[in-house]
């Protein structure tokens, strides 16, 4: 075998793993990008009342909103979070409220 078909079979294998660390770099960062406040759930309703329960079933609450331009963070009623990526609040439900969720009281902020 020749030097240059060998160089040239490293060379090739070189890129290819540089192909391959670079596709796995984006696809870390897609995971990584999932597991942000959207996949934060804050739909556990076991410690509410059962009425309080029902309320947030009444209302039509989601813990990610399918309305355009429509989410908890923007909404009047919406309590904010302690924390960036934590669950907040809301004057109307009782329980957590995703900053992402939505609900049919949902209310623009003034
Ligand atoms: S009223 Fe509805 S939309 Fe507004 S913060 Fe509460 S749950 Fe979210």
């Known amino acids: 075998m020749s030097d240059s078909i060998v160089t040239s079979r490293?060379?090739?294998l070189g890129k290819s793993l540089a192909v391959l660390a670079a596709?796995?770099?984006v696809a870390a960062c897609g995971k990584k990008e999932s597991a942000g406040?959207?996949?934060l759930a804050c739909n556990d309703t076991s410690s509410l009342a059962p009425a309080d329960a029902q309320m947030r079933t009444t209302l039509?609450?989601?813990?990610v909103s399918v309305q355009?331009?429509?989410a908890c963070s923007g909404c009047q009623l919406y309590k904010a979070a302690p924390a960036e990526g934590q669950c907040g609040g809301c004057a109307v439900l009782k329980g957590t409220v995703n900053p992402n969720g939505y609900c049919n009281s949902w209310t623009p902020k003034a």
């Open 23 to 25: 596709g796995g770099a």
């Open 60 to 63: 039509g609450y989601v813990d």
């Open 68 to 70: 355009q331009g429509k």
């Open 37 to 39: 406040p959207k996949s």
């Open 10 to 12: 490293r060379s090739f």
